[in-house]
């Protein structure tokens, strides 16, 4: 099982630029999630679909949109890119089973390094 | 939102020492995680804490859990090169979903 895989891991982008980021997930997880991790601030969640067919604002969506493409796929569009978007981009699954939402694992992929200049 | 703080921020070490990693909070979580996190990857979870005031032992880490589920802390007892990396804190928010708010990290370098 390859776990989360996102593609791809390292993009440069102009001012206005749009991208597409891709992510997908080998474990029949039901729960999905976009984070962006910039120094000084942990992880922040930008979107979340807790099941196929529903997707969800985080903290920070502004600039953002996803589509959960089916089960196994949850993709980040950035519209318009800004420079404030320049961070690493990290998706990752969990199974979503509400009975276990309090032990649940979230498995992270490796992360996609964006630059927006 | 709720706010995870992480302390220290950076924390550097000989190896052998004992340290001890604090995430504090003024809400309180359903549960809270500790993640684990090298660089060019992405975060691998540690532990889960559930109950409040509890503790959970892996190896030489200790994870506690406040009595009031809103604070956390991770010992590490006689650290070791290996034990580098990036610790972040999650709580567990929400009814009905593993939505979790991390804190800011506590980079930790263990110097051999």
């Known amino acids: 099982n390859a776990g989360v895989t996102q593609t791809p891991k390292f993009q440069v982008l102009k001012t206005g630029q749009s991208m597409t980021l891709q992510c997908a997930q080998d474990m029949n997880h039901n729960s999905m999630y976009w984070y962006r991790q910039d120094p000084g601030m942990g992880l922040r969640l930008i979107y979340y679909?807790?099941?196929?067919?529903?997707?969800d604002k985080g903290e920070v969506p502004n600039g953002y949109n996803v589509s959960r493409l089916n089960k196994r796929e949850f993709s980040l569009r950035l519209e318009s890119a800004a420079p404030s978007q320049t961070s690493v981009y990290f998706c990752?699954?969990?199974?979503?089973?509400?009975?276990?939402?309090?032990?649940?694992?979230?498995?992270f992929g490796p992360g996609t390094r964006l630059l927006v200049l | 939102t709720q706010l995870l703080e992480q302390s220290p921020q950076f924390l550097s070490i000989q190896e052998g020492e004992n340290l001890t990693v604090y995430c504090n909070s003024s809400?309180?979580?359903?549960?809270l995680q500790w993640y684990r996190q090298e660089p060019g990857e992405g975060p691998v979870l540690l532990v889960t804490v559930v109950t409040g005031g509890e503790v959970k032992k892996l190896k030489r880490l200790t994870f506690q859990f406040g009595d009031a589920r809103k604070d956390s802390s991770l010992h590490i007892t006689a650290a070791q090169p290996g034990d580098t990396g990036l610790y972040l804190c999650a709580g567990v928010v929400g009814t009905s979903g593993s939505r979790l708010t991390f804190g800011e990290g506590t980079q930790l370098t263990v110097n051999p």
């Open positions: 990752a699954s969990s199974e979503g089973l509400a009975r276990a939402y309090r032990q649940e694992t979230q498995y």
């Open positions: 679909s807790a099941s196929e067919g529903t997707t």
């Open positions: 809400s309180v979580f359903s549960s």
